[in-house]
């Protein structure tokens, strides 16, 4: 099993989101969406969790290294909807392994009304099988 990926650029902002399960198998497609993220966007990385039924260990450790990845590019990583509910961190809370700061917000509004002003352009790529109603 492995994941979909969408990205969309807001003006200093871009949206990563997720739908399926970020298990092991899934990591190799995740760090290549985070790649994407870098080649393409500025700012912060949202990553949006909605369409995501669950994650191994291992997934979440990639979350933790796209986190590190992104800080040594300058750039932050912010997590919206993680699974269970976000027990590391809730809205506004930390996430990780304590080497990068990475903000919690409840859902992508909470998210992206962190970051208003944004009422530019938006571009969006995503992967093949990307659900339609995710």
């Known amino acids: ?3 979909e990926w969408r990205y969309t650029i807001h003006p200093g902002l871009g949206v990563l989101s ?9 990591v ?5 969406a985070v790649g994407w993220a870098l080649a393409r966007g500025t700012g912060p990385v949202v990553l949006d969790l909605t369409g995501l039924r ?7 450790l990639a979350v933790s290294e796209a986190a590190s990845r992104l800080a040594a590019e300058g750039r ?42 944004r009422g530019a352009e938006e571009r969006e790529w995503r992967s093949d099988a990307w659900p339609e109603d995710a």
């Open 28 to 32: 190799g497609r995740f760090q290549g």
């Open 1 to 3: 099993m492995t994941i």
């Open 76 to 117: 932050g990583l912010e997590l919206a909807a993680v699974p269970g509910g976000g027990a590391e961190g809730g809205a506004g809370g930390g996430f990780g392994d304590g080497r990068v700061a990475i903000a919690v917000h409840g859902d992508l509004a909470a998210a992206l009304a962190a970051h208003r002003d």
């Open 54 to 60: 669950g994650w191994s260990d291992g997934g979440r």
């Open 18 to 26: 997720l739908a399926g399960f970020l298990g092991q198998e899934a």
